[in-house]
């Protein structure tokens, strides 16, 4: 049997563009004289859709996009995932499927059963769980036909299981001769190896083939890696799809021809086209064409600048230098070299002027007091107001550039430098932004070496640097991963590092305390174990404060 695996970039929601696509694939897998095409998890919804599920309408829409796709397929088997609407009087209003289509029609169609519902997953909220697990009869052969998460339930590999059934297990003692596994499963930064690890697991230990097609691109905070992949019974490795980009990858099991995309196994490289992937996609699936950024010399909107350039082009970005009278000359000079070097146009708007008319309007008000964080909050609130004038004018979607250590302990100003429609790097901790800036520098300079040297600051005041209300960023990275990450108590954290434990409890406390102004920021993409955001619901008027 010769089997495509239809690696796509689906659009959440948007059903006909989905449909399209899939038949254009489905042709080219004919083309080749394929025998089955199979398409990710949700193929035709997107994923995830949310409450979509709920929206009225969508889930017949989303049946009447079914069968345009099987009204039209002749000569070849397709497996794609949709929302199957439930026809019970009990149970929630849907199941995540796969329909399988032959011969103009939907032959059979089999549910999902395992519905994760931990991190950024909700999917109980939408779909009923599946109370039965049939083979897919496939001339003559007994095929285990999977979704995402039925094969994640493996007592082998998950150090603590979530559900009290295992598909494959239950596919395999029924007859199933291989699997099939239709997936959208997000990418992190560990992913791809504890994907590889599973799955090669359980080829081996059931001997017999298994064959994982995954989805590729962003929605919203997500980011899929695609690299879909087949293993032999003994574990080997018979065909890999590209990582982030799209593919249409074949095996033939009668054949000994292996492909195998290339694929990075650098995680700082994985890191980067993950975060221009999911830049490029959440910008033009929104309906933008440009973005734009404020940058002040510093290495986040340096990273960031050089990720949106390789997004969108560099002819679409659009740097703003909005230096006072606490700029120093080499954050402009690093601001226009990054500029130069990236190609980008920049315009240039001064704020003294418009910092001392605050001043002066406020200083009645504020008369006998001191100058504080007020007067430095400020700055950074007039310059969110004019670039979010400028997104306003011109249709620009303004890129927030603050990195996940300072939005951990809430060094970053409300309606300052938190302004913007994507945080781009808000789940990249500040030192792996300093690595991600050596690996942009590898072949040429793009980053100016003086952005990635000097100590940095916010420069709201005379002398300033984020060492004088932080800790050095790789103290503060090694407390955060281990607290947010890992959810190690402030004791663990302490035995693991050997760091003063006031240090870590005063770290702990910033984190928790700060949650309400995460709660304000934009949408950031997530490529670590535990971003902030949808997968991490932590209570804002909340006591607990680590005192046991």
Not at 362 to 389: C, H, S, V, W, Y
Request: some cysteine.
């Amino acid at each position: 049997m010769k089997i495509a695996l239809g690696q796509i970039n689906t659009k959440v929601g948007a059903l006909r563009q989905n449909v399209d696509k899939m038949l254009l694939w489905i042709d080219r897998a004919k083309a080749e004289h394929a025998h089955l095409i199979a398409f990710p998890e949700l193929s035709i919804t997107g994923y995830p859709p949310k409450d979509l599920i709920d929206a009225s309408g969508f889930l017949e829409d989303n049946l009447k996009a079914l069968h345009a796709i099987a009204d039209q397929v002749q000569g070849i088997t397709v497996v794609l995932g949709f929302a199957e609407p439930n026809p019970g009087p009990t149970g929630k209003g849907a199941y995540n499927s796969a329909a399988v289509i032959r011969n103009r029609k939907v032959i059979s169609i089999h549910r999902k059963s395992l519905l994760p519902t931990y991190d950024v997953f909700d999917e109980a909220r939408y779909f009923e769980p599946s109370n039965k697990q049939e083979l897919l009869i496939l001339d003559e052969q007994r095929i285990g036909l999977t979704i995402c998460e039925d094969v994640w339930n493996d007592k082998d590999y998950a150090p603590r299981l979530l559900y009290h059934l295992d598909p494959v297990q239950k596919a395999v003692e029924s007859g199933a001769e291989f699997i099939i596994n239709i997936s959208s499963s997000p990418y992190h930064l560990e992913k791809w190896d504890e994907r590889h690890q599973l799955l090669r697991g359980e080829a081996m230990k059931y001997r017999k083939h298994v064959v994982y097609v995954n989805l590729v691109g962003g929605n919203d905070e997500l980011i899929f890696d695609g690299r879909s992949v087949v293993f032999s019974p003994d574990g080997e490795m018979i065909a890999r799809a590209k990582d982030f980009e799209e593919d249409l990858l074949f095996v033939d099991f009668d054949s000994s021809n292996h492909v195998l995309r290339p694929s990075s196994s650098s995680m700082i490289e994985n890191a980067k086209k993950a975060l221009i992937l999911g830049t490029r996609d959440y910008v033009h699936k929104c309906g933008f064409t440009k973005v734009l950024l404020g940058l002040s010399g510093g290495i986040d909107s340096a990273v960031t600048c050089a990720m949106a350039v390789e997004a969108v082009g560099a002819e679409n970005v659009l740097g703003v230098l909005m230096p006072s009278q606490y700029s120093s000359d080499h954050s402009v000079s690093d601001a226009l070299q990054l500029a130069k070097n990236l190609r980008i146009r920049t315009e240039t708007i001064p704020i003294s002027n418009i910092f001392d008319v605050y001043r002066s309007s406020l200083a009645p008000i504020f008369r006998g007091a001191k100058e504080d964080i007020t007067e430095e909050n400020l700055q950074a609130r007039i310059r969110g107001n004019l670039l979010m004038a400028l997104s306003n004018k011109y249709g620009m979607l303004l890129l927030s550039t603050g990195n996940k250590s300072e939005l951990a302990v809430g060094y970053t100003t409300l309606y300052g430098d938190a302004c913007g429609g994507l945080a781009v790097i808000s789940d990249v901790p500040k030192t792996m932004v300093y690595e991600l800036a050596e690996h942009m520098n590898a072949e040429r300079e793009i980053i100016p070496r003086n952005t990635i040297t000097k100590p940095p600051s916010a420069e709201l005041r005379p002398g300033q640097k984020d060492s004088d209300s932080l800790p050095e960023y790789d103290v503060l990275d090694k407390i955060l991963v281990r607290y947010i990450e890992d959810n190690l108590t402030a004791d663990q954290i302490v035995e693991q590092t050997g760091f003063n434990r006031d240090l870590v409890l005063s770290i702990l406390r910033k984190v928790d305390s700060n949650e309400y102004k995460r709660k304000q920021l934009p949408i950031g993409l997530k490529i670590t174990t535990k971003a902030f955001g949808f997968g991490r619901r932590w209570p804002i008027a909340q006591g607990y404060k680590h005192e046991f």
